[in-house]
């Protein structure tokens, strides 16, 4: 069980495009996922929290007109990357929390998807 | 979230124990201790967490000093295939978990 998805796993496209990254909970219902950015040799930042019907919260440093998310079901988290440059390359993963775990001991308890490469030429 | 330290790098020959510490000196009494591991080129992985009492699933141990200020994960026989970044992570509040620089792990044949 706790199974996340993401699609395409990698994407090459061009500066200037958009690219559009899904993440799905197969098994589970997510009111909450979460998005993360790794860069070559580092550790996972986190980029944004996508909360299901609602807008997304950003951390700082993190652009919400570039980074577009939409959390509209539970199960399913979007992140577009609009007009895409070079430095935007990178490994995006996603997470979900199962609604069952919400508050307590399993609060952090986060469901990892298997990331996608993203290469902007 | 607390801050934690962890060695940047172990070794452990396979079939063996991999005894992973993390210093959390600052953690308080309602915090929680989260493992995570990522194989390269995936997502990471939830392993355990714990409070204050030592705990145990399919995956590993893990083991909180009376104190609680340190903890370390312990795989009991490791295989190649455990090979990996480790994360202990104390998360804090807002449900959100911070990823330092962690333990890569390697184990060798």
């Known amino acids: 069980g706790a199974v996340v998805s993401q699609h395409p796993s990698w994407v090459i496209c061009k500066s200037g495009t958009s690219v559009k990254i899904e993440c799905r909970s197969l098994?589970?219902?997510?009111?909450?996922m979460f998005w993360y950015r790794q860069f070559p040799k580092q550790s996972l930042m986190l980029m944004a929290t996508?909360?299901?019907?609602?807008?997304?919260?950003?951390e700082q440093g993190v652009e919400k007109d570039k980074f577009l998310i939409n959390h509209a079901s539970l199960t399913l988290s979007t992140l577009t990357v609009t007009s895409a440059h070079p430095e935007d390359s990178s490994f995006y993963i996603c997470?979900?929390?199962?609604?069952?775990?919400?508050?307590?001991?399993?609060?952090?308890?986060?469901?990892f998807g298997p990331g996608t490469r993203l290469t902007v030429t | 979230d607390a801050k934690t330290t962890q060695p940047p790098s172990m070794d452990c020959a396979e079939g063996r124990a991999a005894n992973l510490p993390c210093n959390h000196s600052?953690?308080?009494?309602?915090?929680?201790v989260y493992w995570y591991r990522q194989i390269h080129s995936q997502g990471p992985q939830y392993i355990i967490h714990?409070?204050?009492n030592n705990e145990t699933n399919e995956m590993a141990s893990l083991i909180i000093t009376e104190d609680r200020k340190s903890s370390t994960l312990i795989l009991p026989h490791a295989t190649l295939r455990d090979t990996a970044v480790y994360y202990c992570?104390?998360?804090?509040?807002?449900?959100?978990?911070?990823f330092g620089t962690g333990t890569r792990l390697t184990i060798i044949p």
């Open positions: 997470s979900a929390r199962d609604i069952r775990a919400s508050g307590g001991a399993r609060s952090y308890e986060q469901y």
């Open positions: 098994d589970f219902q997510a009111t909450t």
């Open positions: 996508s909360n299901e019907g609602s807008k997304a919260t950003y």
């Open positions: 600052t953690i308080s009494g309602n915090e929680y």
């Open positions: 714990g409070l204050k």
């Open positions: 992570i104390v998360p804090v509040g807002n449900e959100k978990l911070t």
